[in-house]
């Protein structure tokens, strides 16, 4: 008997670090190489800028708003689009109606969609909201009603001939099938939500990490500029690794243990 595949979802932790070291190897060569910190500073001179913003405390008070920004955004844009994509899903005279407007939004370039929200409402905590929702709801839409569409209806049909209510089969034939869609609109969102929130704070809000790289950014300064995205990139790669991928891998479990049952 053969030894079974590692599953695709199982990451070494090994292989994830010395991945990274690679990362950082590479560019402290070109930093090196370079020899210019003005354009490319080294990764220890990085470090000390992020070392000295944490002792301050601002790396903790512009990364946690920041943070805050990306879950409030993302939490809309899931759950509004996580229910229109079912709907749209499972009615397609819905869907044929609503599906024009759903690709209107999906090609609505992010940058519009923040200044009319910054015009519309005002330079607030609101406006970067919506704006980012908006921005992020239509792809979680698509996603979950490509999802809707690709169930296995026999299955369905099945737990209405043996009598489960209407949430019974969302909740146990439905919501599994959809788990790899979600996962896929879980991962997307989070790196579009946070790259769209910077715009939103470099454009028009007083703190965050898009603010403080605008800030940086007038004064030339590399280093701070890099300090405060890669601290943001960390803080989005322990998302990724810690929550992410070990719901990827509850999910998937349970759908080899469903398999191996029927």
Same mark, same amino acid.
């Given at each position: 008997?053969?030894?079974?595949?590692?599953?695709?979802?199982?990451?070494?932790?090994?292989?994830?670090?010395?991945?990274?070291?690679?990362?950082?190897?590479?560019?402290?060569?070109?930093?090196?190489?370079?020899?210019?910190?003005?354009?490319?500073?080294?990764?220890?001179?990085?470090?000390?800028?992020?070392?000295?913003?944490?002792?301050?405390?601002?790396?903790?008070?512009?990364?946690?708003?920041?943070?805050?920004?990306?879950?409030?955004?993302?939490? =809309?844009?899931?759950?509004?689009?996580?229910?229109?994509?079912?709907?749209?899903?499972?009615?397609?005279?819905?869907?044929?109606?609503?599906?024009?407007?759903?690709?209107? =939004?999906?090609?609505?370039?992010?940058?519009?969609?923040?200044?009319?929200?910054?015009?519309?409402?005002?330079?607030?905590?609101?406006?970067?909201?919506?704006?980012?929702?908006?921005?992020?709801?239509?792809?979680?839409?698509?996603?979950? #009603?490509?999802?809707?569409?690709?169930?296995?209806?026999?299955?369905?049909?099945?737990?209405?001939?043996?009598?489960?209510?209407?949430?019974?089969?969302?909740?146990?034939?439905?919501?599994?099938?959809?788990?790899?869609?979600?996962?896929?609109?879980?991962?997307?969102?989070?790196?579009?939500?946070?790259?769209?929130?910077?715009?939103?704070?470099?454009?028009?809000?007083?703190?965050?990490?898009?603010?403080?790289?605008?800030?940086? =950014?007038?004064?030339?300064?590399?280093?701070?500029?890099?300090?405060?995205?890669?601290?943001?990139?960390?803080?989005?790669?322990?998302?990724?690794?810690?929550?992410?991928?070990?719901?990827?891998?509850?999910?998937? #479990?349970?759908?080899?243990?469903? #398999?191996?049952?029927?």
């Amino acid at each position: 008997m053969g030894i079974p595949a590692r599953p695709e979802h199982a990451r070494n932790p090994l292989v994830i670090v010395v991945s990274l070291a690679g990362l950082v190897a590479v560019w402290w060569l070109g930093a090196l190489s370079m020899a210019d910190p003005d354009i490319l500073p080294t990764p220890q001179q990085v470090w000390t800028v992020i070392a000295a913003e944490a002792a301050s405390g601002e790396l903790w008070l512009h990364t946690g708003m920041t943070l805050s920004r990306v879950i409030a955004a993302f939490v =809309f844009a899931m759950g509004i689009g996580s229910v229109l994509g079912v709907l749209l899903g499972l009615y397609p005279r819905l869907n044929t109606w609503v599906d024009p407007w759903v690709v209107v =939004f999906l090609n609505l370039p992010a940058l519009v969609v923040i200044v009319l929200a910054y015009l519309w409402i005002g330079l607030n905590e609101v406006a970067a909201i919506v704006a980012v929702s908006v921005n992020k709801t239509a792809m979680v839409v698509v996603t979950v #009603r490509e999802g809707v569409r690709a169930r296995d209806r026999q299955v369905g049909e099945m737990a209405q001939v043996f009598g489960l209510s209407r949430w019974m089969r969302f909740r146990h034939v439905l919501l599994p099938q959809l788990a790899p869609f979600l996962s896929t609109a879980v991962r997307n969102g989070l790196a579009v939500i946070w790259k769209i929130v910077l715009v939103v704070e470099f454009l028009g809000r007083g703190n965050g990490v898009g603010f403080q790289i605008h800030l940086y =950014f007038q004064l030339f300064d590399t280093a701070t500029v890099l300090a405060y995205s890669l601290s943001f990139v960390a803080v989005m790669l322990l998302i990724e690794y810690l929550v992410v991928q070990t719901s990827e891998a509850q999910s998937a #479990r349970w759908r080899r243990l469903q #398999r191996a049952a029927a």
